[in-house]
Nanobody, 129 residues
Framework: EVQLEESGGGLVQAGGSLRLSCAAS????????IGWFRQAPGKEREGVSC????????YYAESEKDRFTISSDNAKNTVYLQMNSLKPEDTAVYYC??????????????????????WGQGTQVTVSS
């Protein structure tokens, strides 16, 4: 059974940092693109960052490019999202998702959440001003 479990969310003041973890099980981690998405109340879900577990290529949404870092530990089947300089507008439920890697660049998947086959339950991130 494929499972994705997020952890690391919480309440932090603006300017602070959090590291989210996505632990995956039930599939061959090396062959997948793992993405972080977020959904704020009243807003559509949006791609934050994605990583290809096979070649390590990454994608970041423009507003996160200089503040967030995605990384993968294939030995642990875990993807991390280090979030620095957090802003109140980063407040959302953060989800990790997985899709089997194809020939497309990781950016293709990160801008198309419907491409992802597996989703975690989400972890709440709240940034206070």
């Amino acid at each position: 059974e494929v499972q994705l479990e997020e952890s690391g969310g919480g309440l932090v003041q603006a300017g602070g940092s959090l590291r989210l973890s996505c632990a995956a099980s039930g599939f061959t981690f090396d062959d997948y693109v793992i993405g972080w998405f977020r959904q704020a109340p009243g807003k559509e879900r949006e791609g934050v960052s994605c990583i290809s577990s096979s070649d390590g290529s990454t994608y970041y949404a423009e507003s996160e490019k200089d503040r967030f870092t995605i990384s993968s530990d294939n030995a642990k089947n875990t993807v991390y999202l280090q979030m620095n300089s957090l802003k109140p507008e980063d407040t959302a439920v953060y989800y990790c998702a997985a899709v089997q890697a194809g020939l497309r660049h990781v950016s293709y998947y990160c801008t198309r959440d419907h491409e992802f086959d597996y989703w975690g339950q989400g972890t709440q991130v709240t940034v206070s001003s």
